[in-house]
């Protein structure tokens, strides 16, 4: 089942290639394996590991759930680039990319991870070709290189502290595991090369950089932090993670596009997740995943659902979208729940897991006005969005949303909702599949 | 082997020919790189693996070249008022940054040589690193930077495979370069498309 696992992205990208160009075939077989991928992933966690010349892939228990989160999402995004008009190299390069993701995951060591994700950030930059984004394809590419190389090396540093001489490795693995995390993860002012991402018309591209690379980095933290020094790291970790929080949610509050916004609430829910990385707490690693896991789905239904408003509304920008509620209720609702799983707010998703991270968080009590303030920004740039549609008339020349599409957002959004009222549900779908 | 001064002349032929074109003198200096690093790997792979690599290189080379030239006839064709200013300066400025990240280079090699590295790797490593990081901040066009990241890819291949020259690593390393290269020929064609509908 592991190995069906790792080679279905592969076989389904050589099968959308030659239908890359009819969005009609290409996005819903894109999007079905997706779904199957989703489904077949805590199957393959009772798996034996395959060797690979002298290496072992693995998917352990708790990756299975963020790989079907993030095969659900992906899922999303493909159904959504059949409207949003997604470039025809996006359904092979995202699959091609999801499954040296997937590889990277099921890597033993950090240092195949790096390799793996090494591979991945070239298939970012085929999903990101459009005209006029080609200089900011090759920064990125060039960015998240930097960052996943520094990775191999960390990985490799790693390996060689436990097997050979434990006193020379920390001087190349201890500067290359911060860097190549900070970079990878996206924290400020490593993640500035992140924010662009979000504006351009490519969802899936910016989902699989901010969210995909940086949700698997992250798993690699525990692994990498006796290299670079435990102590260190978590106070590096904590602070840029503050700061990358107030970043975003300063951002958010000053972005008029949302679009534009989105890329700021991501880095400020980031943020949330790198303080929990750095708690120092046994499960800091797992709760950082986890709302990693949940920003994703929120960033992929909010990213949709902007380009669905450039669609119908000619931009997504909050000055033009007055009246836009009448032509896109379901959007909006959808955009609504996912805005407020982004900002950490109740009764969804994002709410459980960032109040968990923040108690686990020793700060003095002052901080709870940081800590709003993180909640207040990101809420207030997405919610304005929907306040600003609510008016008598809509936009001249503008066209109702797709109901399927808006329909596939809304379950998304309510997949949130219904994990924020019923936190254990993942685990007992896990449960549930795997028996 | 080579001796120090020897290196570093090769190591500024290399850089310093891509410092000063970007396009097809450029691609001679990459050339160079990928025969400098299968000279210094030549103890450490097999036979074959080398020579499969080594002909990844010269592909690569090859690919590059033909998307160098493509990229040559329209640079002709345009008028000189939309060439980016940095471009416009010449390659003198690029060598005289090539020259900077050179002296740094063999500053830091000889302060701080990579651990368990013979030296002439780290020497090489740090050079090409920090070149290729440099020129990435300095080229305009997508080309150029692609061809900077090839370089510094290079520097980093050339002391990793010391460090693991295990048949998987080479292999996933060869991947990324060729991916790399066809990375930049897809992006850098989406450029020039885009260059020649602003000329109209």
Redesign the interface.
Known sequence: MLTTLLVLPFAAALATWPVRRVRQIAAPLAALTYVLIAALAPFAARQEPIALLGRSLAMAPDNAIYASTLAIALALLMAGGGFVQESGLVWPSSLATFGLLLAAMCSSSAQLAGAFLSLAVLGIAFCLVAPDTAQLAMRTVIVLLCGTLLLLLAGWAFEASRLEDALTMPSLGRPATLFGLAVLLGVFPFGLWALPLGRVERPTAAFLAVCGIGLIASLRLPELGSVAGTELLAASVRWSGIATLFYGAIGALLSKRMSEAVSYAAAADLGVAVLALGSGAPTGGSLAARHLAYRAVACAVLWVAARVLGRCFGSDDVRSLGGAFRRAPLTFLAIMLAALSLAGLPPTAGFGSRTVILSMVHTKPSWAIGWALGAIGPAWALMRLVIASWGPTPPPGSRREPTWLAVLLLLHSLGLLVIGLVPNLGAWLYGLFAG | MLSTPQLVAVLALATGLLALSARRLGILGLLIQFLLRTFLLMPLLLSPVLYAQLALGLASTLILYITAASQARVQHSRPRRTIDPLVRMGGLYGLLCVALAGFVALGIYSAFP???LPSATSLTCYWLVLSGLLL?TIEGS?LG??LA?LTA?NG?EVA?LH??A????V???S??EL??V???V???D??L??NR?ELG
């Open positions: 990579l651990p368990g990435i997508v930077q692609g990241a890819l980093f990793f460090l693991d295990g048949l998987l690593m292999g996933l390393l991947l990324l991916g790399l066809l990375v930049i897809v992006l850098s989406q450029q498309q885009s509908t």
